[in-house]
């Protein structure tokens, strides 16, 4: 079974994150596609999000409610911060021993992987997914990898959240209609 992980803030998620996700499951053909909020990036330590974790998690859920493929995991929010993404595969990998195991990211990671707590073995236990939007980024030696050109998707969480600050409408497409329908009768934070 091919499983792949995908983590983020998800705050909030969109149709840009949909977008990728679904050209990852199809390219690769996946059985699986895990989205997992992050409950602290370590690169972002400083930085907190705008939706609590119960609204990041049900938001989701709605976005990925008609994907059969999709799921959405707690495991990161379980964990004490920062969220390490080699624990993540670690502790996915021991729980599910049979999984063929992935890795979604975006170009920005890729290229910032060698950065990685323990890189080294983050590359045994995974194959990357890399979405690029133009020019394929280049291979890492001994790092699996595949290389998905997904286009150019205008959505963005921070610009989401700046619409949703100032009570401007977001762009039309950007949100899926389940989360806009939920941000539309939510007091956010």
């Not at 949909?18 to 400083?46: G, M």
């Not at 999709?70 to 049979?98: C, F, G, N, Y």
């Not at 890189?119 to 979405?131: A, R």
Request: net charge negative; glycine share 4%; charged share 15%.
């Amino acid at each position: 079974m091919k499983t792949c992980l995908f983590g983020g803030s998800f705050d909030p998620v969109h149709a840009g994150h949909l977008a990728i996700a679904t050209a990852a499951q199809e390219h690769c053909r996946l059985d699986s596609v895990v989205f997992l909020p992050a409950a602290c990036s370590p690169f972002k330590q400083n930085n907190t999000t705008r939706f609590t974790d119960a609204q990041r998690l049900h938001m989701l859920q709605l976005a990925t409610e008609s994907l059969p493929w999709a799921t959405v995991s707690t495991l990161d929010l379980q964990l004490p911060p920062p969220s390490w993404s080699w624990r993540i595969a670690e502790l996915w990998h021991q729980q599910h021993p049979k999984q063929e195991l992935y890795w979604l990211m975006g170009t920005d990671q890729w290229e910032q992987l060698h950065r990685w707590a323990r890189y080294d073995y983050l590359c045994e236990l995974l194959h990357f997914i890399v979405y690029h939007r133009d020019e394929a980024p280049h291979p890492r030696p001994g790092v699996r990898s595949t290389f998905i050109c997904t286009g150019l998707h205008p959505a963005s969480s921070s610009l989401i959240r700046e619409a949703l600050q100032q009570r401007t409408p977001v762009p039309d497409g950007w949100l899926p209609p389940a989360v806009e329908s939920y941000l539309s009768t939510t007091t956010t934070p």
